[in-house]
């Protein structure tokens, strides 16, 4: 069946770093793209980054470049979010998603029909 769960979330002061982990069933390389979400206390889920699992294709959302990284270890079916230099309106539970049937990614969540749970992201001040 499928599944994605996230872990790596935590408190971090700002500027720091924290990597975090999406660890899902296996997918049609081909034909997948997992993108990280993160929805802010009182506003909308957003869309973060995507990638192909075939690793043919990788976007960031432009708040992001430059601080964050996505990137996968196929071998582990694992799709990481690297977050560097972080700063308090970062703050939110980040998901990680996939839309398995896919030949091009979307970054709107009507798309992704496979969810994890969340993780949550503190950062203070």
């Known amino acids: 069946q499928v599944y994605l769960a996230e872990s790596g979330g935590g408190s971090v002061q700002a500027g720091g770093s924290l990597r975090l982990s999406c660890v899902h069933s296996e997918f049609s390389e081909e034909q997948t793209c997992v993108s990280w979400f993160r929805q802010r206390p009182g506003k909308e889920r957003e869309w973060v980054a995507y990638i192909r699992l075939d690793n043919s294709r990788t976007w960031i959302d432009d708040p992001h470049r430059g601080r964050f990284t996505i990137s996968q270890d196929a071998a582990a079916d694992t799709v990481y979010l690297q977050m560097s230099k972080l700063k308090p309106d970062d703050t939110a539970v980040y998901y990680c998603?996939?839309?398995?049937?896919?030949?091009?990614?979307?970054?709107?969540?009507?798309?992704?029909?496979?969810w994890g749970k969340g993780t949550q992201v503190t950062v203070s001040s």
């Open positions: 998603a996939a839309d398995v049937d896919t030949s091009v990614c979307a970054i709107e969540t009507k798309y992704y029909l496979h």
